[in-house]
Nanobody, 116 residues
Framework: VQLQASGGGLVQAGDSLRLSCAAS????????MGWFRQTPGKEREFIAS????????YYADSVKGRFTISRDNAKNTVLLQMNNLKPDDTAIYYC??????????WGRGTQVTVSS
């Protein structure tokens, strides 16, 4: 499974961004997909996940109400809509595919920078 995240950029506080993760190989529609982020010197942080059919989603408290995860299995894509961005959201964002209760496949991250 190969994953490629895109859509990052430099925005101001209060702005929105939409990240996209394109998957190839494997059985995308059967995987739970997740978004994570990491800043230098800190551990990778869980942001959101979505089950195989999009029926359930999960969010970290830090982004709940501002971020929305969704997926399009026909396009092998998972999205992360990020609204009301804050400087603390600045990080490299990664998408990942969970198989057998473990996030086994990771994409190259995309940088999100939020200025105050």
């Amino acid at each position: 499974v190969q994953l490629q995240a895109s859509g990052g950029g430099l925005v101001q506080a209060g702005d929105s961004l939409r990240l996209s993760c394109a998957a190839s190989g494997g059985s995308f529609s059967s995987y739970r997909m997740g978004w994570f982020r990491q800043t230098p010197g800190k551990e990778r942080e869980f942001i959101a996940s979505i089950i195989w059919n999009g029926g359930s989603t999960y969010y970290a408290d830090s982004v709940k109400g501002r971020f929305t995860i969704s997926r399009d299995n026909a396009k092998n894509t998972v999205l992360l809509q990020m609204n009301n961005l804050k400087p603390d959201d600045t990080a490299i964002y990664y998408c990942a595919a969970r198989i057998d209760y473990e996030y086994k496949y990771w994409g190259r991250g995309t940088q999100v920078t939020v200025s105050s």
